[in-house]
T-cell receptor, first 113, second 112 residues
Framework: DAGVIQSPRHEVTEMGQEVTLRCKPISGHDYLFWYRQTMMRGLELLIYFNNNVPIDDSGMPEDRFSAKMPNASFSTLKIQPSEPRDSAVYFC???????????FGPGTRLTVL | KQEVTQIPAALSVPEGENLVLNCSFTDSAIYNLQWFRQDPGKGLTSLLLIQSSQREQTSGRLNASLDKSSGRSTLYIAASQPGDSATYFCAVGAGNNRKLIWGLGTSLAVNP
């Protein structure tokens, strides 16, 4: 299996621009998670989906952040407009319903200038 | 509110040494506890998962223990190798939806 796939791996943009991060979970996994990792705050859960339905978005920082999962094999995390404080590594993870073990993608390093 | 603390924040040891990483959590009402490893510039990899009813799990040179009543877990690495150098995270699954609550990690350097 190819594992969780994220794109792009690196993104550099200017403040105010829209940013879209993409994730393809492992086939057959029912749960998908979006995390943000920074030195100051560590790993933060932003939102997670079960069977393509958002279950808990309480970690989404503000209305500038939105996430969708139109089908079982694709999810996006969008930031509009982006701000320098959004600079972080964003991880996508997935897991099947049969286990609590999460499988992480390689992450997208976002830099907002 | 569940909080997870990892001590030490950083650790440097010579190759071959046995070592222990510590994790503590404030609320004993957990479903499970997991240990992950993160190599620089990479995603996280699950190492061990301990269900709340279990006391320990082992995988190769790794052994993780769980003491729910005291709110503690340890990750024991035997005969450390330079390839073990990474950041190790502890996370507890808690709440109705079993969300993972994360520690800030321990950065381990094993020197040849």
């Amino acid at each position: 299996d190819a594992g969780v796939i994220q794109s792009p791996r690196h993104e550099v943009t200017e403040m105010g621009q829209e940013v879209t991060l993409r994730c393809k979970p492992i086939s057959g996994h029912d749960y998908l998670f979006w995390y943000r990792q920074t030195m100051m705050r560590g790993l933060e859960l932003l939102i997670y989906f079960n069977n393509n339905v958002p279950i808990d978005d309480s970690g989404m920082p503000e209305d500038r952040f939105s996430a969708k999962m139109p089908n079982a094999s694709f999810s996006t995390l969008k930031i509009q407009p982006s701000e320098p404080r959004d600079s972080a590594v964003y991880f996508c993870a997935s897991r099947p319903s049969s286990t609590d073990t999460q499988y992480f993608g390689p992450g997208t390093r976002l830099t907002v200038l | 509110k569940q909080e997870v603390t990892q001590i030490p924040a950083a650790l440097s040891v010579p190759e071959g040494e046995n070592l222990v990483l510590n994790c503590s959590f404030t609320d004993s009402a957990i479903y499970n506890l997991q240990w992950f490893r993160q190599d620089p510039g990479k995603g996280l990899t699950s190492l061990l998962l301990i269900q709340s009813s279990q006391r320990e799990q082992t995988s190769g040179r790794l052994n993780a223990s769980l003491d729910k009543s005291s709110g503690r877990s340890t990750l024991y690495i035997a005969a450390s190798q330079p390839g073990d150098s990474a950041t190790y995270f502890c996370a507890v699954g808690a709440g109705n939806n079993r969300k993972l609550i994360w520690g800030l990690g321990t950065s381990l350097a094993v020197n040849p």
